[in-house]
């Protein structure tokens, strides 16, 4: 190919990832469902308070390598764990599981949707409009003593033993491996959304091991779709990705060099290693634990492992080596699947829409910006004097506990809590006042456009919380009120509601 070839091959292939991977209002209303989870499990009258319940979110929604199932029918599936402290002296894997069903089963919506399975309790979650069916796995789990200070130990029905996990320490390996090149993409998502560092999830940003990770978990959907049973898993491919990965910049430098590092140490320490005869792929947070034990049992597993690895090389050093972006797109369709190959190719100008095939959960359109007539001008003089800025996050409700992200130019769903706050230069003693906008069709239907003014929160000049309840453009401003005149204002911050 020629440098430019090159380079729109990489965009090529980055663009097939964001079309594999989960759509932001997706993985946003996700989240919001699990930390609905989450409130109600630590919620103050619950019977798991005592033991101090920590809901977090584990697997490749954690790690950013959600891939979109490669069947519509089939679902995304999220995996929770709820820590309780406790000692495992205190109690059995039967009752930790069942204390933890026992308050989901309290909750009039939940209880309709909630399953027990072998290691968890699983709630089944309908599709909704523009958002698809999905299965949350809550995973209830004590700490590892012998494994501080993330070591869990968990439920499983069909063991007799505890068995043990750490995501939190693995998940902090796995972006250790991109730490570099993360940080930098982060800070540019950030320069281009005109937000701060901390207020970029962690999920928004995609490096190119993660991206990496989900071209070979695609891959691997679909060379393994006639053979299932000897489908190698995730964690294998996410773990050895990560150890191979030699911080390159580019997609495909970066998947060309995990395959060949694999290739070359196969057999060696520290990818698939050749343990006195015992094949082995480390946990690297926690020595001991063989991924790849099932492999010793069902030799055809390893066998089909590398036969695909062979298949991965030579399907992307063909696609490579083709002389336009056309020949690679033709060449990359029966590998990585229509949907995301023509998506990429659409948004690189080399294929007709009409080529796509239907879009499932396309991301929901925000009105414009409407009327605002009915915004009241300042009821003070306004002299500025000082400066003032505006801050807004995110939060699954009003008064919620856990920020979920900074408020930016993304669209937030409705039903969310935001929690403004004002930052000023003004000398204390001053006032907050807040001027809350709404527009389009939906508020005015409901009769609540608004545009007039507002005091703070009680007992916390500065700060005040609204809840996301109309789809439109609006805007937030905070005035500062000091001697009866407005010496700062912060300028309007606009909220996008889908």
Known sequence: MLLNDKIQFNNLLTKAATALDIPDHVYEDATLKYEEV?????????????????????????????????????????DLV??????KEQTT??????????????????????NPS????????????????????????????????????????????????????????????MKVIFQTRRAALAESLAAKVEDVPDWQVKTPLQIAVQILKRHRDIYFQKSPDVKPVSIIITTLAARAYAGEADVMEALSGIIRVIVTNWGKPGYVEDRN??????????????????????????????????????????????????EAVETLTPVLGKRAVMAAARDLGVADASMLPAVINASPQVPALGDARHCQQPQWPVVPTYKASIQGDVYAKEHGRHKLWGLSSRPVPKGVG??????????????????????GAEALA?????????????GINGTRWESTAYAGTHWVEGFVIKGGQCVARTGKLYVKVR
């Open 418 to 439: 935001l929690k403004f706050t004002v930052k000023t230069n003004a000398p204390f003693p001053y006032e907050v006042k807040w001027q809350v906008v709404n527009t």
């Open 38 to 78: 989450g409130e109600w499990l630590a919620a103050d009258d619950s019977t798991l308070k005592a033991y101090t319940p920590e809901i977090y979110v584990q697997g490749s929604f954690r790690l950013g390598t959600v891939v979109h199932p490669i069947n519509d029918a089939d679902e995304y599936d999220i």
């Open 118 to 177: 072998r290691r968890c309790w699983t709630l089944d979650y309908p599709a909704e409009k523009q958002m698809p069916a999905f299965h949350m796995d809550v995973l209830p789990a004590i700490p590892n003593t012998e494994s501080p200070p993330t070591g869990l130990l968990l439920t499983d029905t069909e063991l007799r033993l505890w068995q043990k996990s750490n995501p939190k320490a693995y998940a902090e390996w796995f972006y250790g491996r």
């Open 93 to 114: 894997q039967a009752d930790l599981k069942e204390m933890v069903g026992a308050r989901l089963k309290k909750h009039a919506e939940l209880v309709k949707i909630l």
């Open 277 to 326: 005869g015992r094949w082995w792929v480390e946990n690297p947070v926690e020595p001991g634990e063989n991924f790849a034990d099932k492999w010793n049992e069902y030799p055809e597993r390893r066998e089909a492992f590398y036969k695909w690895l062979e298949r991965v090389k030579s399907d992307f050093a063909a696609a490579q080596t083709k002389r336009t972006l056309n």
């Open 82 to 87: 709820c820590h309780l402290t406790m000692g």
């Open 446 to 458: 409901h009769n609540s456009p608004r545009g007039d003014f507002y005091a703070s929160d009680k």
